[in-house]
Every structure is written in structure tokens, then in C-alpha cells.
């Protein structure tokens, strides 16, 4: 994928074309935000870019394409295995950085999930970026940048990525998923501005679990025996307990916002419009604001290990005003 393939991160982009196009390239790049939003996929750009037998990331000459199917003696990836990212990987790539590119003109090194070096691997890479080499360029990957510590964040250009919007996510899921326009604007809202996310979910078939969710948050919770079942919909699984939060957090946002703004365009679950404005009329900002707050300790307690099945319940009592 070439530069123009990737969506919604357009300043990025330019920042990286500008250094090219004055042959002014840091040793060392830091790209870092949310997962699935293009970080790795612009890496492995800009590695074309550097590349290219054309200059330009073509994705047709046979740097490029040995880029894409990551072959290319020059442009060396590396992940963590298991836990954490080797040391080995480490000692390696400062090995390599002591000789000539086999074949271009640059050798790039993308370090994904940089945040997973151990204390080891950190130290040895400082020495790399203490010493940086005109021909060899390091691009770390982080979703977590705050867990690197201050002497390589120091010593590293950063270019944050931001969200993506959810007309972007959109366009994306129709062109390069085929997915039709409800559905791409659904998962699209879902996404928290995340591609990958996006594409996670749909594989998820999250929109069905989604559906069936939110009408057992509209039937409310106006007896002890509703809040218990819905309390025992939350599941077993972590995953999916977690993913019942994230609905549940983001429908009363949703409340939060219709109530506001008295607008749905703004809303996650645009596509539950009508419940979202009825269930908001019964309730004031206080009320959802109480809600929110609600779902938040509980979420908080069940990340402490608290009881699962005592915390729900608690929960759902709460949101129906009984406790």
C-alpha cells in the first residue's frame, strides 16, 4: 500500500513527505495512538517510500513489492515474541546497522508494539539512538508511548495518529470491504474512530450482538428479576463482558448527547435514533450523568476482580434507581 491507500491520516502523511522531499529524515520516528488507526500501515509506507526504486512508493517496482511481502533485506520488522520484543532482536538489528543497505539506498526498522521492550532491550536500543547512522532509520510503533521510557521517547520524532472520523471509517468499509452504506456507518459509529477496530467488530458479527444488547437496555430494568437477567446477558467471557460495556457506556453517552443537543447525528447507534430520544425524555442530564458514573464503577470493580455476578446485579439495581 502506497501512501494514497491510507485513510484518514492525511497530516501525517504530508509530514513524512515533506522530510523526503528535503532529504531531511530523522533517525529515528515515533509513531504512536490508538490501535487501528494506520500507524503500521504508514511504517510500511514510508518504507516504500525510502525504497523505491522510482522514488515515489509505486507498489509496482521490485523494492516495493518486496516491501509488501516483507522481503526486503532493507526493511526489517520487528515484533514482540510473546511478552516482550528480544533482546536478541535488538542486538541484531544494531548488528545490521553497522554495515551498508544490501540494497537500496536507506535500511528502515519498524519496531512494532515498541512498548513491549523489556528493561534490556530498552537499554540496548538507547545505544542505537545515542549513535545514529545517516543510513538506517528506526520507526517505532506504539499504541502506548507512555510506557517507553523518556530516554528513547526523547530521542525520537513523533508524529501522533490521531482517530479516525467516522465518516472516513465509512468510506473505508464501502470501498475496500464492499460493505453497504448502513452497515459501514453503524460499525463505522462503533469504532471509537478505529479501523482496525471497525474491522474487528465486523468479523465479530458484532451489530447482531449489538442489536439484541441495546433492546434488553430498552426494556429496562423496572423489577428485581429484569435487573438479575439482565445482569446474567453480560456472559462469562471477559471479551465479551467487555464488550457489553462499551456498548452500555456509549448508549448512555448517546442519552447525554440527544439531551444536550436534541440532534441524533452526533449519536454512536444513529441507528437506534427513536429509543435513544424516547428513553432520553423519561430521564434528566442528572440521571445520565448518575448512569454513566454507575456503569463506570462497576466496569472499575470487575477490572479489581470484584464479584462478578453481584457487581452486575448491583449495577443494573442501580440504573433502575432502586439503590
Not at 137 to 144: C, G, I, K, N, P
Not at 206 to 223: H, T
Amino acid at each position: 500500500m502506497s501512501f494514497e491507500g491510507i485513510y484518514g491520516q492525511d497530516k501525517q502523511i504530508a509530514i513524512l513527505r515533506r522530510s523526503m522531499e528535503k532529504g531531511r529524515i530523522p533517525h529515528a520516528f515515533l509513531f504512536h495512538g490508538m490501535r487501528g488507526v494506520g500507524k503500521r500501515t504508514t511504517a510500511t509506507a514510508f518504507a516504500k517510500a525510502l525504497l523505491c526504486e522510482r522514488g515515489s512508493a509505486c507498489g509496482l517496482c521490485s523494492a516495493c513489492r518486496k516491501v509488501e511481502s516483507g522481503n526486503h533485506p532493507d526493511a526489517v520488522v520487528i515484533k514482540p515474541q510473546g511478552q516482550f520484543i528480544k533482546i536478541d532482536d535488538i542486538r541484531d538489528l544494531r548488528n545490521q546497522m553497522r554495515f551498508r543497505p544490501l540494497e537500496g539506498p536507506r535500511r528502515i526498522f519498524i519496531l512494532v508494539d515498541a512498548e513491549r521492550m523489556n528493561i534490556a532491550s530498552a537499554n540496548s536500543l538507547l545505544k542505537t539512538l545515542e549513535e545514529p547512522s545517516p543510513v538506517n532509520v528506526l520507526v517505532l510503533v506504539s499504541s502506548r508511548p507512555y510506557q517507553l521510557p523518556m530516554t528513547i521517547l526523547s530521542r525520537c520524532q513523533k508524529l501522533r495518529f490521531h482517530p479516525i472520523p467516522a465518516d472516513v471509517v465509512a468510506r473505508y468499509l464501502g470501498e475496500k470491504v464492499g460493505l453497504d452504506g448502513e452497515t459501514a456507518a453503524a460499525l463505522a459509529a462503533s469504532s471509537g474512530g478505529s479501523i482496525g477496530r471497525a474491522l474487528e467488530i465486523h468479523g465479530e458479527s458484532y451489530l447482531v450482538r449489538r442489536k439484541q444488547f441495546i433492546e434488553k437496555i430498552c426494556e429496562g430494568f423496572s423489577d428485581p428479576l429484569k435487573g438479575i437477567i439482565f445482569a446474567g446477558d453480560f456472559g462469562k467471557d471477559r471479551k465479551e463482558i467487555q464488550l457489553r460495556f462499551e456498548i452500555l457506556k456509549s448508549w448512555y453517552r448517546d442519552l447525554m448527547v440527544y439531551k444536550e443537543t436534541g440532534e441524533t447525528k452526533k449519536l454512536v447507534h444513529r441507528d437506534f435514533a427513536e429509543a435513544v430520544e424516547s428513553m432520553a425524555a423519561g430521564m434528566t442530564p442528572s440521571d445520565i450523568l448518575r448512569a454513566l458514573e454507575t456503569v463506570e464503577w462497576a466496569y472499575l470493580a470487575l477490572e479489581k476482580n470484584a464479584n462478578k455476578q453481584l457487581t452486575l446485579e448491583a449495577m443494573a439495581f442501580k440504573l433502575s434507581g432502586q439503590a
